[in-house]
């Protein structure tokens, strides 16, 4: 069974940091690109950032481009978001994804919050 757990969110003050991390089980982790993806309240699902399968290729949307820093550890089977210089726009739930064949997973996702 393939399980996604996000942890690592919190309340953070404007032009602070978090990292989150989503360990991975049930499938091949080092064999899949992975995903973050986040919700604001009230608004539809946003697409972060995301990784190749090695850790050699990432990509970010316009909104965290030079902010966010997604990494991967294949030997512990655990994906990473580093978030530095945070705003108050970036609060979300936020979830790792990984599309496996032509099925899709989720974690339940880790809360962020940007306010002072």
């Known amino acids: 069974e393939v399980q996604l757990v996000e942890s690592g969110g919190g309340l953070v003050q404007p032009g602070g940091s978090l990292r989150l991390s989503c360990a991975a089980s049930?499938?091949?982790?080092?064999?899949?690109?992975m995903s973050w993806v986040r919700q604001a309240p009230g608004k539809g699902l946003e697409w972060v950032s995301a990784?190749?399968?090695?850790?050699?290729?990432?990509s970010y949307a316009d909104s965290v481009k030079g902010r966010f820093t997604i990494s991967r550890d294949n030997a512990k089977n655990t994906l990473y978001l580093q978030m530095t210089s945070l705003k108050p726009e970036d609060t979300a739930v936020y979830y790792c994804?990984?599309?496996?064949?032509?099925?899709?997973?989720w974690g339940k996702g880790t809360l962020v919050t940007v306010s002072s």
């Open positions: 994804y990984v599309r496996i064949g032509y099925a899709d997973y």
């Open positions: 049930g499938f091949t982790f080092s064999s899949y690109a």
């Open positions: 990784i190749d399968s090695g850790g050699g290729s990432t």
